[in-house]
T-cell receptor
Framework: RKEVEQDPGPFNVPEGATVAFNCTYSNSASQSFFWYRQDCRKEPKLLMSVYSSGNEDGRFTAQLNRASQYISLLIRDSKLSDSATYLC????????????FGKGTTLSVSS | DGGITQSPKYLFRKEGQNVTLSCEQNLNHDAMYWYRQDPGQGLRLIYYSQIVNDFQKGDIAEGYSVSREKKESFPLTVTSAQKNPTAFYLCASLEAGRTGELFFGEGSRLTVL
């Protein structure tokens, strides 16, 4: 069974905090990795792809550890607007058509 | 602006009735997908289509049907055979060569009374 596991949270943090989420996947043949963001009762939207070398987009940093089969998302200087559910997504084929979604980690940033 | 349009946004249905959810995209994407999301659950794939006139079952296809007669359109029918149809339904499309970058519609929230 192909599984993607995330800590559901919720993670409750104050503004300005740094928070990290992990996601583990069970299939070592996984090809591609992504983080999506989903606001309450809205559709998911791609936040960032995760590359083997790690990648950064402003306050967001994604890392991949193939040996341990996990990916991470680090958010620095949290904003109120970062409050959302973050979905870990793994692709099991090169075409990206076989996407497995984790259940998501909920982040709540408070002032 | 290009995007995916799902309708209706909210739908109420009595048990035993079929209902069809619309999904239209003007992104010129070949691949389209239907997912179901339940509270506290990840998205589960119902059906997907990589090309017109062809579609494949996903993980939870039982009780659902689809068609792909046009590139832009991928309607989903929730039949009376679906045991627990109340859920949030999301349609998505994928640009060829853009691995994993799904574009989602705003979703349709179906409630069975």
């Amino acid at each position: 069974r192909k599984e993607v596991e995330q800590d559901p949270g919720p993670f409750n943090v104050p503004e300005g905090a740094t928070v990290a989420f992990n996601c583990t996947y069970s299939n070592s043949a996984s090809q591609s990795f992504f983080w999506y963001r989903q606001d309450c009762r809205k559709e998911p939207k791609l936040l960032m792809s995760v590359y083997s070398s790690g990648n950064e987009d402003g306050r967001f940093t994604a890392q991949l550890n193939r040996a341990s089969q996990y990916i991470s998302l680090l958010i620095r200087d949290s904003k109120l607007s970062d409050s959302a559910t973050y979905l870990c997504v793994v692709s099991f084929n090169q075409a990206g058509t076989a996407l497995i979604f984790g259940k998501g980690t909920t982040l709540s940033v408070s002032s | 602006d290009g995007g995916i349009t799902q309708s209706p946004k909210y739908l109420f249905r009595k048990e035993g009735q079929n209902v069809t959810l619309s999904c239209e995209q003007n992104l010129n994407h070949d691949a389209m997908y239907w997912y179901r999301q339940d509270p506290g659950q990840g998205l589960r794939l119902i059906y997907y289509s990589q090309i017109v006139n062809d579609f494949q079952k996903g993980d939870i296809a039982e009780g659902y049907s689809v068609s792909r007669e046009k590139k832009e359109s991928f309607p989903l029918t929730v039949t009376s055979a679906q045991k627990n149809p109340t859920a949030f339904y999301l349609c998505a499309s994928l640009e060829a060569g853009r691995t994993g970058e799904l574009f989602f519609g705003e979703g349709s929230r179906l409630t069975v009374l």
